[in-house]
Nanobody
Framework: QVQVVESGGGSVEAGGSLRLSCTAS????????VGWFRQAPGKEREGISC????????NYVDSVKGRFTTSRDNGKNTMYLQMDSLKPEDTAMYYC????????????????????WGQGTRVTVSS
C-alpha cells in the first residue's frame, strides 16, 4: 500500500523560512517524479515545483523561482521543499504528489496526472 505523508508546515512571518518534507512508502521512489502543489483559500490547486526521479531535472513556477528549492533523498524515501523569503501570498495548503513517470515534462502543472497524493500541510505567512 502506497502512503505519502507531508510534514513541516506552520506559521511564520513574512521573510521567514520553512522546510516541508514528503515521505513516501510502498513503492520504488526513483521511478516517480515528485511534484509540489499548493491551494490557497478560494483558489485552484497550483503546481509549483517538480523534481525528476533521480533529481537531475527540477521545475519551478515563476512565483517561487529563486525562493523555493526542491530536493529529494531516494535513500530516505523523502522529498523536500525548502521555502525561503516567504510572502503572505504563499499562504496555502501544500501537497506532495507522485507521478508514474520519471520526468516532469508536460505533466507537472496538471494535478490530473498525479498518482499518489499526500494529505497536505498548511503554511501560513503573516505580514
Amino acid at each position: 500500500q502506497v502512503q505519502v505523508v507531508e510534514s513541516g508546515g506552520g506559521s511564520v512571518e513574512a521573510g521567514g523560512s520553512l522546510r516541508l518534507s514528503c515521505t513516501a512508502s510502498g513503492l520504488r521512489l526513483i521511478d516517480y517524479a515528485v511534484g509540489w502543489f499548493r491551494q490557497a483559500p478560494g483558489k485552484e490547486r497550483e503546481g509549483i515545483s517538480c523534481i525528476s526521479g533521480n533529481g537531475d531535472s527540477i521545475n519551478y513556477v515563476d512565483s517561487v523561482k529563486g525562493r523555493f528549492t526542491t530536493s529529494r533523498d531516494n535513500g530516505k524515501n523523502t522529498m523536500y521543499l525548502q521555502m525561503d523569503s516567504l510572502k503572505p501570498e504563499d499562504t496555502a495548503m501544500y501537497y506532495c504528489v507522485l507521478y508514474r513517470v520519471v520526468y516532469c515534462s508536460g505533466i507537472w502543472r496538471q494535478s490530473a496526472y498525479g498518482a499518489y497524493w499526500g494529505q497536505g500541510t498548511r503554511v501560513t505567512v503573516s505580514s
